[in-house]
């Protein structure tokens, strides 16, 4: 069914007309609406592929033949825009976006040009062993390498002065001046001279997460023992995982939260999948949601939780669980008590065995040594400490799940049923959500769902979407001396805080967690003067919070640098900018490193020389080291060319028994002839048929060997093999968890899961919540990831544009109560920002509840401070709780039907092309 994506492809079609076949077998399979396409053909097959979402799998296994039959037919007719004959090139190309997919493209070269695109077909295709097939966001990635708005030169803002920054005011609006490469690099390096000299290390801001990537400046420019750039300040990842985003292993839960997740061939043997506020088909395209296909056809029945019932839901026939956004503890506090009632009533819902010897602080009886407070887990979820026992009906109020289904969960998770209770971090990436990880988990034990076959309590997310067993294909390392301080930089903000630190001059500072590695400190205020900002591979601006305060701190600090590809919003805002290859025009280790899931690696190859002046990131360090007085052979000390065979030829392959064997087999003449450094090795396949496939994946079976049970070995022997925790258990009660939370100041939690009323919150919506009296912003707003782009990356690609409108999804009747129809033009707003999108009504979505696709490019009206993108982060404020989460779930806003000009659909928008 999801097959026919692809197979669309072999006809002779445009190109606009292959990306349309493509997104009607798409939408055919995902229940994706396609409302506001301009092509005719695409909005009756779009119509038709929701009405098959609704029914059952056989059904619309029938509607997606009939669909793309149609469409192959109209594609026919149109004539072949190249002959494939004429002496081109297919070749292996990155699709490096962080997206979750991490599929299969190649691309026909033709005199430098890309101009057909197709995927994975390097095998047959079954469901045991898929083509790893690629989505709308790949196939169109030839416009975001090809497209008119392609930075081109170097340049720099036209009122921008050395060492002041001149009018500052102008940043976003100014015009751009074109400039030599020596001229920029000079500027640059002089201003990071500047600033080193006259504020420190620490006024040099590298918004970077924390993640080094093969080619970071400030990570490769920092190394103190050169006199370099190190301590300079970083921001710490407050938004990829949550609350799941701290040092939760002393819980004995997984550091980025890989935990008791399963692979897609065991996930086969379960009765009953949650997905936890997941949406793969849009945030994780390619095999991910085939993958749950394939279980639903084992027999597994869906169960989705969230506010909205999505096209992944709608796709799987799932039962909707309504839940409000933020109010996830209080809806699972409730299933911890049913669960108890039916225990008591009914008996076999809760596995005592393993709950007892796994787990500490449920109850009193197996409380942990070091616990300081009388009080456990269940006697709070029984009421014992505050009188009100957390049921159903307590429950219901909050998070607006009708008590039945609460109930009916609740049995669901019993321990006489084979269930997988998945999670996406949607539920986590909300104000004081820092029980939500430590109480899921919970849920799943008092369930036995841990460790064993057909059961399990994880992630899944991502590359993980489907499909989390580890990595069996593992990607070679490019070689490159470690130069990079292994001590975390002194300064880290939480994103949140971000922008407010930089214009206060002060923050809170708790820490430097950043992507996995780092430490959780108690709070500490600590001033700071920010003069200097570097945008290299985040588009930092546009991603965090508070994008309106982002706009004022750029226009505070001396000095904004972008590197990029395109003029992003980073860019925008930015001094100088310089232009970087994509992946396309390099031949380097970086995209080795980006594309890949558990069973597979793509090695992606250099698809056509750089375009225009754009050079890559490694060249740009050189070059500033140089002039900074540093050794750039000390730095980048290797070639292209060695670093990529050094990633071929370290990359390995599991074998059934755990065996790691390298990939190529390399010969002495293979190393001659690539005029490398190596040593000849056997492998699984000759080198020159490894690059020319581009993908190596492991085929997979039934009894393969392969299969995965998470913390099946804990659980099995939980003394053998404890868990990272002080008490070598699932900590229900954890001391150290609370002592976390509590010791940044920023909100209060107990060692047990609890209900804090989250910051920004549905309880929030009200001015007098005990008498059920609005306030002045008395809707929510979730931002979901969205098909058209992958985060705030390939929201620039007029196909994508005009196939997703990009509205905001408003229930029918809210809208109704407000005069809205569809299409209208509509105001969102709070204290925060405002900003515009036209308006989709729909059923699918909890009443008081919005959304907005996350990652729109700002399009501010400076007069008015309107956005008219549908922007966020404009919405989401610089605010935080507990560990400093990024809540962007929990925002409140209100709404109005707009009284200005109605917006043209954005597709129809000049692109942000630079000309000199």
């Known amino acids: 069914m999801s097959r026919l994506i692809h197979r669309i492809t072999d006809r002779k079609m445009s190109r606009r007309d292959f990306l349309k076949g493509s997104l009607v077998a798409t939408a055919t399979v995902t229940?994706?609406?396609?409302?506001?396409?301009?092509?005719?053909?695409?909005?009756?097959?779009?119509?038709?592929?929701?009405?098959a979402a609704a029914t059952t799998e056989g059904a619309a296994s029938t509607a997606a033949a009939t669909t793309a039959e149609a469409t192959t037919e109209a594609a026919a007719e149109h004539a072949p825009v190249v002959d494939l004959e004429q002496g081109g090139e297919w070749k292996n190309a990155a699709c490096w976006h962080n997206c979750g997919g991490r599929c299969v493209n190649k691309v026909y070269v033709v005199d430098g040009m890309v101009i057909r695109q197709k995927t994975d077909d390097t095998h047959e295709d079954t469901p045991d062993y898929p083509q790893q097939r690629s989505c709308i966001r790949g196939h169109s990635q030839q416009q975001q390498c090809f497209g008119a708005d392609r930075l081109k030169y170097p340049m720099k803002r036209k009122h921008w002065e050395p060492h002041t920054g001149g009018d500052k005011s102008l940043r976003g609006r100014d015009e751009w001046e074109r400039i030599s490469w020596e001229d920029a690099l000079d500027l640059v390096a002089e201003e990071l001279r500047?600033?080193?000299?006259?504020?420190?290390?620490?006024?040099?801001?590298?918004?970077?997460?924390?993640?080094?990537?093969?080619?970071?400046?400030?990570?490769?420019?920092?190394?103190?023992?050169?006199?370099?750039?190190?301590?300079?300040?970083?921001?710490?990842?407050?938004?990829?995982?949550?609350?799941?985003?701290?040092?939760?292993?002393?819980?004995?839960?997984?550091?980025?939260?890989?935990?008791?997740?399963?692979?897609?061939?065991?996930?086969?043997?379960?009765d009953t999948i949650v997905l936890y506020g997941c949406n793969p088909a849009w945030s994780s395209a390619g095999n991910p949601a085939y993958h749950y296909l394939q279980a639903k056809k084992a027999g597994a029945e869906y169960v989705f939780v969230g506010p909205e019932y999505n096209v992944t839901a709608s796709m799987l026939d799932a039962r909707w669980i309504r839940v409000r956004p933020g109010t996830d503890t209080a809806f699972l506090l409730a299933v911890a008590y049913e669960m108890l009632q039916l225990e008591e009533s009914k008996g076999d819902i809760i596995d005592w065995d393993q709950l007892n010897?796994?787990?500490?602080?449920?109850?009193?009886?197996?409380?942990?040594?070091?616990?300081?407070?009388?009080?456990?887990?269940?006697?709070?979820?029984?009421?014992?400490?505050?009188?009100?026992?957390?049921?159903?009906?307590?429950?219901?109020?909050i998070t607006g799940t009708p008590v039945e289904d609460i109930r009916w969960y609740a049995e669901k998770m019993g321990m006489k049923n084979k269930v997988c209770i998945l999670h996406s971090f949607a539920a986590a990436r909300c104000n004081n959500a820092e029980d939500f990880p430590q109480l899921f988990y919970t849920i799943g034990m008092m369930g036995g769902h841990w460790g064993k076959e057909g059961h399990a309590c994880g992630n899944c997310y991502h590359t993980a979407s489907g499909n989390n067993a580890g990595n069996m294909v593992v990607s070679g390392l490019p070689g490159q001396p470690t130069i990079v301080p292994n001590e975390p930089n002194p300064d880290c903000f939480k994103g949140p805080e971000l922008w407010q630190g930089i214009l206060d001059g002060r923050y809170n500072y708790t820490g430097n967690y950043l992507m996995g590695s780092g430490v959780d400190m108690p709070s500490e205020e600590r001033e700071i003067d920010i003069q200097v900002i570097i945008h290299e591979h985040h588009n930092f601006l546009q991603s965090q919070m508070g994008l309106m305060k982002g706009i004022e701190a750029h226009r505070k600090v001396g000095f904004v640098m972008t590197q990029s590809s395109w003029l992003n919003t980073s860019a925008r805002y930015s001094d100088i900018v310089l232009p970087v290859t994509t992946l396309w025009e390099r031949e380097d280790a970086l995209g080795f490193n980006l594309v890949s899931n558990a069973e597979m690696r793509v090695f992606p190859e250099k698809v056509v020389d750089p375009l225009y002046e754009a050079k890559d990131d490694l060249w740009i360090i050189r070059e500033l080291a140089t002039r900074l007085g540093l050794s750039a052979d000390a730095i980048v000390p290797m070639?292209?060319?060695?670093?990529?065979?050094?990633?071929?030829?370290?990359?390995?392959?599991?074998?059934?028994?755990?065996?790691?064997?390298?990939?190529?087999?390399?010969?002495?003449?293979?190393?001659?002839?690539?005029?490398?450094?190596?040593?000849?090795?056997?492998?699984?396949?000759?080198?020159?048929?490894?690059?020319?496939?581009?993908?190596?994946?492991?085929?997979?079976?039934?009894?393969?060997?392969?299969?995965?049970?998470?913390?099946?070995?804990?659980?099995?022997?939980?003394?053998?093999?404890?868990?990272?925790?002080?008490?070598?258990?699932?900590?229900?009660?954890?001391?150290?968890?609370?002592?976390?939370?509590?010791?940044?100041?920023?909100?209060?939690?107990?060692?047990?899961?609890?209900y804090v009323r989250p910051l920004k919150g549905y309880e929030e919506s009200f001015s007098d919540w005990e008498n059920k009296v609005k306030?002045?912003?008395?809707?929510?707003?979730?931002?979901?990831?969205?098909?058209?782009?992958?985060?705030?990356?390939?929201?620039?690609?007029?196909?994508?544009?005009?196939?997703?409108?990009?509205?905001?999804?408003?229930?029918?009747?809210?809208?109704?109560?407000?005069?809205?129809?569809?299409?209208d033009t509509v105001l969102i707003y709070n204290e925060f920002g405002k900003t515009l999108r036209p308006a989709s009504l729909t059923e699918r979505l909890m009443p008081g509840v919005l959304a907005m696709p996350h990652g729109a490019a700002v399009e501010l009206d400076e007069e008015t401070g309107i956005d008219k993108a549908g922007a966020d982060n404009v919405l989401c404020g610089p605010i935080c709780s507990g560990i400093g989460t990024s809540g962007y779930n929990t925002t409140l806003v209100n709404f109005e039907k707009y009284d200005g000009p109605a917006l043209e659909p954005d597709w129809t928008w000049p692109a942000r092309v630079i000309e000199f």
């Open 194 to 270: 500047y600033a080193k000299e006259t504020y420190g290390n620490r006024s040099i801001l590298y918004p970077s997460w924390g993640i080094v990537l093969y080619g970071d400046m400030p990570k490769l420019l920092g190394m103190e023992a050169m006199g370099g750039f190190g301590g300079y300040t970083e921001v710490a990842d407050t938004a990829s995982f949550g609350s799941f985003g701290y040092n939760i292993n002393v819980m004995g839960l997984p550091t980025m939260a890989g935990g008791n997740a399963v692979d897609r061939l065991t996930m086969r043997k379960s």
């Open 357 to 397: 010897r796994c787990s500490v602080g449920f109850d009193a009886e197996h409380m942990p040594e070091d616990a300081t407070l009388n009080e456990n887990f269940k006697d709070y979820v029984l009421g014992a400490y505050d009188d009100q026992p957390k049921t159903a009906e307590w429950a219901s109020e």
């Open 639 to 754: 070639s292209d060319t060695q670093t990529r065979y050094n990633c071929l030829a370290s990359a390995t392959a599991c074998g059934p028994d755990g065996t790691m064997t390298p990939i190529a087999t390399i010969t002495e003449k293979d190393i001659k002839d690539w005029g490398v450094e190596g040593t000849p090795q056997e492998g699984l396949m000759p080198l020159d048929d490894f690059i020319k496939q581009g993908v190596y994946q492991i085929p997979r079976k039934e009894g393969d060997g392969y299969q995965y049970i998470g913390w099946k070995a804990f659980v099995d022997d939980p003394a053998a093999n404890p868990l990272p925790s002080k008490s070598g258990k699932f900590e229900i009660y954890c001391e150290e968890k609370a002592n976390i939370v509590n010791n940044m100041k920023r909100s209060t939690v107990k060692p047990y899961p609890t």
């Open 31 to 51: 229940g994706l609406s396609l409302a506001g396409c301009s092509s005719t053909d695409l909005k009756e097959s779009s119509t038709a592929s929701t009405t």
């Open 775 to 823: 306030g002045e912003y008395p809707y929510q707003i979730t931002n979901p990831h969205y098909l058209r782009r992958a985060h705030t990356t390939l929201d620039n690609l007029p196909w994508l544009r005009e196939t997703m409108p990009n509205p905001v999804w408003i229930n029918a009747s809210d809208a109704k109560e407000k005069g809205i129809k569809e299409g």
